[in-house]
């Protein structure tokens, strides 16, 4: 009747630390939605992130404490079947695997892997790209997944405010999915190795990848370093080196240098304030200059005033071939800021937010202005019972400029030209606290050169802590003069928990652009953590030419993977 208290044991052997030293940074945090509080041992400000490591507090008296040895073996027997209407690769196949760790410092971590195997791993979310450039997928393998932070690079942010359209021109020198998939099809990885870690001041990290020989590709080779120089508290100065192309018959290279000049004690006071830079070029083999990209960012990012300024050039030939890049030949200015009160006793409203952003990208090689954006928030509210009205009338003002025909949907062709555009959109969602929660974002108003209205609705309803059903629609009803179409994408997630060590979850998603729904259902059985058995199934079915739930099946796939740690 007073709540739950959770017990959480952590064995040394899994942390790296110096066993000499009986201090530690440590700080921990939870959520509590039916009070929409959070709740931290250290640092529990408003303006402070709970990443933010130098606002973490200290255990002590840590005397004793044996880690072992350091080295974790992890062997694996992966096995799969597949039933294929699509192909002749019908067939089964079972293989052994190895993963490893192995502390040589307490600060040095090797991490390798031997016939990688990646069935457990969720599949992507289903998009539709009305867009000239490519679609971001997240990275979900778990050997890339580990110190993937030691990767990470100046030119990915700042982090724009939650509702605020993206910029769409992040700069990836390394994206790991560019390792062991290619033009969409799974390219085996038969060995990885990374040494991550930190030497005095100076984080580090060195991946390699070899990938096998498939009917579409050689076996190939990839180097990836990194190394960051931690200035003062949260500032660094690091470069960052790959090497390797996954096209067949080709090689590449990149370079790049950033900087982070970070503090949350902005001009003596509690504040966030953030400067990144970086510089890249891309050596794809070719004799062009016009192979860099580079720029600046300022980030104010506080609870009641968000501020940012953002300058960046993708030059017309920068690709670096193990990193990814939306959009290039482009000169990109981005200003924007946001205003954030929390009224007391007005509505019962815990926080009011207001945004207006503004984006420009030029061409670089003829000076032309290609696409600007201009958005305004005026009317964001989250109350203190969790609902919250995150737009009523949110503005959006946007130019486009196509210099070739662009082909949005399969026979509905845009020609060149100019196109102004105006946009609404309203945003609602329920308290998370609740059993059953829905959300409903419906963009109306003008769309290239016509209309359309686009609408994204979910449910969630929970049975917490064993039960989780979901289901997710994202339409747009375009009526263009070239033709009208219809995109829609539907996703569904069902997940149940036995116990805590036993979990079967369920994704399902249809698209209307490639007629194919899909269902992956797993199981995963801890019998002891670092022990486990997943069962993965798969099954795809085409819907039929005449639309409606006629659906033909496709592609059937099994798969299973048992792994045992030995930790000593």
Same mark, same amino acid.
């Given at each position: ?20 030293? @009986? ?83 307490? @600060? ?54 939650? /509702?605020?359209?993206?910029? /769409? ?12 998939? $290619? ?6 990885? #038969? ?52 090497? /390797? ?143 919250? *009205? ?11 400029? $196509?210099?070739?025909?662009?082909? *949005? ?31 409903? #974002? ?31 629609? #994202? ?27 036993? @979990? ?12 194919? $729904? ?26 039929? @030419? ?23």
């Amino acid at each position: 009747d007073f709540g739950w208290v959770a017990e959480i044991a952590i064995p040394f052997k899994s942390l790296n630390f110096p066993a000499d030293q @009986s201090e530690w940074g440590f700080n921990i945090s939870r959520n509590v939605y039916r009070k929409l509080e959070e709740s931290r041992w250290s640092g529990a400000r408003l303006e402070t992130d709970f990443l933010q490591i130098a606002e973490a507090g200290n255990i002590t008296n840590l005397e004793g404490i044996n880690q072992g040895i350091g080295l974790d073996i992890r062997p694996f027997l992966a096995a799969s079947w597949l039933d294929s209407g699509t192909s002749s690769n019908d067939g089964f196949d079972a293989e052994p695997g190895l993963d490893m760790s192995y502390n040589f410092t307490p @600060s040095i971590k090797f991490t390798g892997t031997l016939n990688t195997d990646f069935g457990e791993t969720e599949v992507d979310a289903r998009q539709i790209n009305l867009s000239r450039f490519s679609l971001f997928f997240p990275e979900k393998r778990s050997f890339f997944l580990e110190d993937a932070g030691v990767f990470a690079f100046a030119s990915t942010g700042p982090s724009s405010p939650g /509702g605020i359209p993206p910029a /769409g021109a992040n700069v990836y020198p390394f994206f790991s999915r560019r390792i062991g998939l $290619l033009n969409g099809q799974e390219v085996p990885i #038969n060995i990885g190795a990374k040494w991550t870690g930190k030497a005095a001041n100076t984080d580090f990290g060195v991946l390699y990848a070899g990938t096998d020989e498939t009917s579409f590709v050689d076996n190939k080779n990839f180097v990836v370093g990194r190394f960051k120089q931690n200035l003062f508290e949260q500032s660094y100065i690091g470069g960052i080196f790959t090497d /390797g192309n996954p096209a067949q018959g080709e090689s590449a290279k990149t370079y790049g240098v950033d900087t982070r000049l970070a503090t949350s004690r902005f001009m003596g006071g509690d504040k966030n304030f953030i400067v990144n830079a970086y510089g890249t070029r891309s050596d794809n083999g070719g004799s062009s200059d016009n192979d860099k990209s580079y720029g600046i960012s300022a980030h104010y990012p506080n609870d009641q005033y968000v501020g940012e300024l953002v300058y960046r050039v993708i030059e017309e030939d920068f690709n670096p071939a193990l990193g990814f890049v939306q959009r290039n030949n482009v000169r990109m200015y981005r200003v924007g800021a946001s205003y954030n009160p929390r009224p007391k006793g007005f509505l019962d409203i815990q926080q009011m937010f207001h945004d207006v952003f503004y984006t420009q990208f030029e061409r670089l090689d003829n000076g032309h202005l290609e696409s600007t954006e201009f958005h305004i928030t005026p009317l964001d509210w989250h109350f203190k019972s969790g609902d919250a *009205i995150h737009a009523i009338v949110d503005y959006d003002r946007t130019y486009e400029r $196509l210099f070739e025909p662009f082909q *949005i949907s399969p026979g509905v062709i845009l020609q060149p030209g100019e196109y102004h555009n105006h946009s609404f959109k309203t945003t609602l969602s329920t308290a998370r606290k609740r059993r059953l929660t829905a959300s409903l #974002n419906a963009t109306y108003g003008d769309f290239w050169s016509g209309t359309a209205e686009r609408v994204s609705t979910a449910i969630t309803y929970k049975l917490p802590p064993k039960f989780n059903f979901s289901i997710a629609a #994202n339409q747009t009803f375009a009526h263009l003069p070239e033709g009208d179409f219809i995109a829609r994408t539907i996703t569904s997630n069902i997940d149940f928990a036995v116990s805590p060590f036993l @979990s079967f979850t369920n994704l399902i998603q249809y698209d209307n652009r490639s007629d194919n $729904l899909g269902w992956q259902s797993r199981v995963r059985w801890t019998l002891q953590p670092g022990r486990d058995l997943f069962l993965v199934f798969n099954q795809g079915w085409i819907q039929d @030419s005449l639309g409606g739930f006629r659906f033909q099946a496709q592609d059937t796939k099994v798969s299973t993977k048992c792994q045992y740690t030995f930790r000593f």
